[in-house]
Each structure stands twice: as structure tokens, then as C-alpha cells.
């Protein structure tokens, strides 16, 4: 039998469990339920929703991969992923931005593209991703840092608030070149919350820093604490 030739007529292979309710389904389909909505164009697996739920033994895609797109748009539906003992990767070529982004997911009726297929750029827009960039590697560590991106209203990727250099571990702050351990680009740094020790041997790391209403603090080496006097403003 020559298995590329080999068609199904009916929509949708079915398991049903021994009162003939419907369990899981493997299905491919063209239209939406609803003709008035966009084509869906999608292969799903689907398996029954619970008989506590608002639709009892209803079966609900799970799995989706659309069809008639360059890029196959992957998709879960009120699924959970876990990997167990194993590695989840996000790899890419040379100088290739690899991310995991949170965003916000509008509806499928938003104008199709040009193919007829929604248009998942503008069903899916970005609010923030964890991203390896495309900074090219240049040997020594170089290139492919991790940093978070922030996105517009509309899904566009602004910068990197926060960014880790590959090479040294320097963090940025607002800045993608950091020049030391932490490199804030901003005017002020905030510490919130007051801290008083108890003496100049009290317990603390070298390079601690606190602040009281009086004082400011840095602790120069282990236990080792020294203190200056916070003066009212002169005019």
C-alpha cells in the first residue's frame, strides 16, 4: 500500500469509552464550526473536558498545529507542560534573538493575513521576554547575553531593562553595555527599608551597605562596620 496516498474522508478519528461518550480525537479541519468566524485551518488533538466542567465531557483542543503558514504556529489549549527529568531547549543560529515570551492573546477573529490564516503576530502580542540576543560571538564568552525585553501596547519589542553580559556576568539596568558587576542606567538606586547594626562588630559581608535616619553604613570587611554622620540640608 502506498501510504502517501492514503486519505481519510470522515473529519476525525474518535475513541469513545464504553457508554460511546466521546474521550479524544484526532481532527483536521478547515472551517470553523461557526461559519461566520475565520477559517481555522488547523490539525488538534483534543480530549474531554471533565464532567464537573462547564461544558461536561465536551471534547477541547489540546494540541493545535495550523496549516497554509510559513511558520507553524504550535498551540495549547487549558494545558499544562511539564518536563520531568529532562531539558526544555530554545536554541537558533548565529547571531538569532532565542527567547520565551509573556504576552497577551487577543481573539482569532482579528483580520486574517494575507494567506486567509490568522494573524498570530497581532493575536499574540509580546508584553515581556527572557531573551539570549543576537549579539554575534566573538570567542572569550562573547555575544548571546540573556536579558528581559519589554514590548509596547502593540507587541513591539522596545529594549532590554535588564541584561546579564555572557562574558563577565555584568548586569545592566536599563543599559545592554554594562561597564561593571551592576551598572544602572538612572539617577537614583532605592534601598526601602532602614537598617540600624547593633554595633561595629555586628555581624555583616564586606561591601554591605544600610542606612537609619542618622547614619549611613558600609561594612568594610567581615563583622567590621563603619558609619557617617547624615547632615541636615544647608541652603
Known amino acids: 500500500m502506498d501510504f502517501t496516498k492514503l486519505m481519510f474522508k470522515v473529519p476525525a478519528l474518535v475513541w469513545c469509552d464504553e457508554q460511546g461518550r466521546d474521550k479524544a480525537a484526532i481532527i483536521a479541519h478547515y472551517k470553523a ?45 487549558n494545558s499544562n507542560f511539564t518536563v520531568v527529568e ?41 508584553r515581556f521576554e527572557i531573551r539570549v540576543d543576537n549579539t554575534a560571538e566573538s570567542g572569550g564568552n562573547a555575544g548571546s547575553d540573556l536579558g528581559i525585553v519589554r514590548f509596547s501596547d502593540a507587541g513591539v519589542a522596545q529594549d532590554a531593562s535588564f541584561l546579564i553580559k555572557r562574558s563577565n556576568t555584568y548586569i545592566g539596568l536599563g543599559t545592554t553595555a554594562p561597564t561593571a558587576s551592576l551598572n544602572v542606567n538612572g539617577y537614583t538606586i532605592r534601598l526601602r527599608t532602614k537598617k540600624t547594626p547593633a554595633s561595629e562588630t555586628a555581624a555583616g559581608n564586606e561591601g554591605d551597605i544600610c542606612w537609619d535616619t542618622d547614619y549611613l553604613y558600609v561594612c568594610v570587611a567581615p563583622n567590621s562596620w563603619k558609619r557617617m554622620a547624615l547632615a541636615a540640608w544647608k541652603q
Do not use: W
Request: charged content about 20%; aromatic content about 10%; proline content about 6%.
Open 86 to 126: 529532562g531539558k526544555t531547549r530554545i536554541m537558533g543560529g548565529a547571531a538569532s534573538n532565542r527567547g520565551l515570551t509573556f504576552g497577551q492573546a487577543n481573539s482569532k477573529e482579528i483580520p486574517a493575513n494575507a494567506y486567509g490564516s490568522p494573524d498570530y503576530n497581532m493575536i499574540f502580542q509580546g
Open 33 to 77: 464550526n461557526d461559519s461566520s468566524r475565520i477559517d481555522h485551518r488547523h490539525f488538534s488533538i483534543e480530549t474531554a473536558m471533565s464532567p464537573t466542567a462547564v461544558n461536561p465531557d465536551e471534547l477541547f483542543r489540546r494540541f493545535e498545529l495550523p496549516f497554509d503558514a510559513n511558520i507553524c504556529e504550535i498551540q495549547t489549549h
